[in-house]
Antibody, heavy 120, light 110 residues
Framework: QVHLVQSGAEVKKPGASVKVSCKAS????????MHWVRQAPGQGLEWMGW???????HYAQKFQGLVTITRDTSISTTYMELSRLRSDDTAVYYC??????????????WGQGTMVTVSS | QTVVTQEPSFSVSPGGTVTLTCGLT?????????PSWYQQTPGQPPRTLVY???TRSSGVPDRFSGSILGNKAALTITGAQADDESDYYC??????????FGGGTKLTVL
């Protein structure tokens, strides 16, 4: 069974960075795109970026220069690091495995979410 | 900048049929945007309902169906049930690796 298990909640100060992990199991980790999506309290879903089977990362324009998505294939884990945090980065952050190794295949399996709170 | 549009809210009676739509502020949605739909209840991650316009995800009841209606993607729920009361999101593939979510529709069943 396919599972994505994310790291626990974080509280950070403005200007700091946060790194959220997403550990995969139940499938061939290297064969799929992995996306990151966030959701601010009471708001909708917002796509942030992905990392593909070739280890290339790609980001929404809004997050260029702020987010870095990486992965460690030896432990089937993907990471999303967001820097220069602001209060409006307070959100639940989700990893989501795509359906396949194609950029146009949408989100399939979701992690449970990680709450990141940015507060002074 | 193109925005993906969804109805902010919708209401349906139990047993009724409702169609939620997903459009663009500029242009028409086609299958080339690979529209997909997600259901979300409070405190839970999204659940994938439909992908590539009209393919139901595994385990999704056949009363959920996706299509293109006119210039928009659509999600139709036939025979609405109380536990269909959720937020529904569409997402479109804009090409070159970019994805954009709609703002979501809050569906009330009453």
């Amino acid at each position: 069974q396919v599972h994505l298990v994310q790291s626990g909640a974080e509280v950070k100060k403005p200007g700091a960075s946060v790194k959220v992990s997403c550990k995969a199991s139940g499938y061939t980790f290297t064969g799929y795109y992995m996306h990151w999506v966030r959701q601010a309290p009471g708001q909708g879903l917002e796509w942030m970026g992905w990392i593909n089977p070739d280890d290339k990362a790609h980001y929404a324009q809004k997050f260029q220069g702020l987010v870095t998505i990486t992965r460690d294939t030896s432990i089937s884990t993907t990471y999303m690091e967001l820097s220069r945090l602001r209060s409006d980065d307070t959100a639940v952050y989700y990893c989501s495995r795509a359906r396949s190794m194609h950029a146009s295949d949408s989100f399939d399996i979701w992690g449970q979410g990680t709450m990141v709170t940015v507060s002074s | 900048q193109t925005v993906v549009t969804q109805e902010p809210s919708f209401s349906v009676s139990p047993g009724g049929t409702v169609t939620l739509t997903c459009g663009l502020t500029s242009g028409s949605v086609s299958t080339s945007y690979y529209p997909s739909w997600y259901q979300q209840t409070p405190g839970q991650p999204p659940r994938t309902l439909v992908y590539s316009t009209n393919t139901r995800s595994s385990g999704v009841p056949d009363r959920f169906s996706g299509s293109i209606l006119g210039n928009k993607a659509a999600l139709t729920i036939t025979g609405a049930q109380a536990d269909d009361e959720s937020d529904y999101y569409c997402v479109l593939y804009m090409g070159s690796g970019f994805w954009v979510f709609g703002g979501g529709t809050k569906l009330t069943v009453l």
